[in-house]
């Protein structure tokens, strides 16, 4: 089946029948999405791993394993609703319940999110009167995309939103997302959120099973699970309007989350560069997705690129200590400008270094790097994004 | 058994027989250490786990499991002869080559060491003259112990090095260390060097599995194995001359270890604050190692205390991003200054914050802060150190 991706405008709201909107007051912001459901609608969701769950995370998980649908997904940013007990989860439903009173829609199919301060309780005043707006003011318009983008908002700078159409010469299907980022140097523990739409029909397990499968080489390669914040998920709402292939649905869904991922690393906090560490010749799939990992995770790596200094030391110490199967005297490495303007360099050649040191700043003074490492042992490769390490990240987190 | 632990002056000289002594000559330093040796004298050593290994630590990993014996250490800074090939190797044996024709002692018991720049050749040529230099000047003076560890200082600030003796009422034991330390954020990729001399008589075998245990609990405890850079060693040597209980000579190595390794958490790159992070009511003491090194290494927290601000969701944050057994229910977490001016104070009790923020922000402006987390799951302990993260951190690695 041949079928084409491309990118439209608009948002979540480039889904038929999805509406949202958003508003933010100071650093408390609330944003809803919400979209008709077919019959045979479905829902999947990817959550942390950190062993203190937000109550928010708890209750939309068990939500979507017991009734597999999401009629609208509340966010807010301000106040994580982690590490909050009972009254916590009880404000989770509140929200929840809110929501679907002014929706007219089974509480049960609403998802609840929460980004923010840990360890301190939602103002249910503030949350139900934004509540009240939001829901008076969704729209099907892209302005509502952005709205509800920018609303979950925390020290990112800019809204996260991105839409295709997967057109195979017939008929169409639509995904669209909204993300929210966070301080992207690890052990990540700020709120990583994205809430993806589409109008395809699919079985609750198939479309997990995508979910999984997109998440694990997109938001996966800039936070790993076992550091993820109390609060990150990703959900995944299928309105149940259009048949679907799943390959094709696959690849499209790859294609969204890899955009919001990469728009996430991009925004990291503090950052001034964007960085793509692309790793080949590895002896397995998962050694590839660990090397790229290690790379683009560590900060004297990421110091140096701040710098702008061709420091390759620094990326062979970080491969050698991710544990991976490699060969020293096999060992390569380069450095690419992704916008083309500064060209690439080879900084390590099997083994030796063969650094044209001018040339290497000045690939490096592009804001969008590439460091491209080969292991020289397999055929497997992987990709990784993040961002340099500049002393504002400090400032930002004091 | 009865025996008292007490410091002593004269760092890695204050035990009998030992000489050292070193120079710098801007970023190159090189140090020797040399001890005689009884017949009964042994060796071990603890090396990084970098799958990318210096051409010293292959050399010296493999001298002391062949002969288990050190007469003498020669270490070098500004250049940490790694990934450096074959060239790389034939250096570092020609190193060991010449201290051992200068003082006349066997080849093969002469380990090496380096740290600095990654993916350089050595400059023999200033190798040769600064080991014919230092072996003129060896002494057994506490000078020669103070010139050793500043000469392998890279991005140090001070000298490290810590003796002490452990007294039965009727013999003494004596174990003295110098020590280098490192960028102290994970994931650590700048170089940990230490050398431990004692005058002990102990079988190889018991001296590895002293020098491990000890470094598991101090060294292990700033630096964790699979982070380590290419060039990690800890170097145990016993002379041979005194017959020594392996408890009390165990108990007096991990002193020795603890201090040198709460040295280099304290010189931390860019650090101004040193701190300690005791997790107890663990389920396992492998939980209590693994979330007291979490707390210790997150960014968010180490941001946080270098801005004196309480933030305890962070420190619950890492801690269920540690993946550990707790009770959130049942955490606790406390503040309190080591010096003691500023006293303590509980952030969390039994899973309720009860911050008391204008004490909580008093305790954080101590320079010496400990971090106390209860899991409430268990009975067992560990400590981790380190430091606060500064924008000085990235500026020294651009």
Redesign the interface.
Known sequence: MKFRIERVEGGICAVGGVRAYGVKEGKNGLAIVAGDLEENASAAGVFT?????AAPVKLTQARIEKCGRLAAIVANSGC?N??T?KEGLKNAELMAELVARRLGIPEEEVGVASTG????QLDMRLIERQIKEVSEKLTSNAEGSVAAARAIMTTDTFPKETAIRIYDGESELRIGGIAKGA?M???H??TMLAFVWTDARLHKRELKDCLKSAVDRSFNMIVVD?????NDMVLLVATGVKEASVEAFQQGLNYVCETLAKMIARDGEGATKFVEVHVRGAASYEDARTAAR?VV????VK??I??E?PN???I???????????D??RISIALEDISGVFGSVKL?SN???TVDVDHARRVMQTRELRIVVDLGVGAYEATAWGCD???????L??
Chains 1, 2 share one sequence.
């Open positions: 791993a950190n062993k203190v769950k994580a982690a590490f007990g301060v840990i360890g301190k301080g140097i690890f052990p523990l700020a076992g550091d993820m914040s109390t290690a995770r560590s900060p004297l110091s140096s701040h710098g200094s390759f030391g620094r062979v110490a970080a491969v050698g200590a991710a544990g991976v199967e490699l020293e005297s390590v083994g030796s270094p390490l500049s002393p504002e990240y400090v400032r987190n004091l």
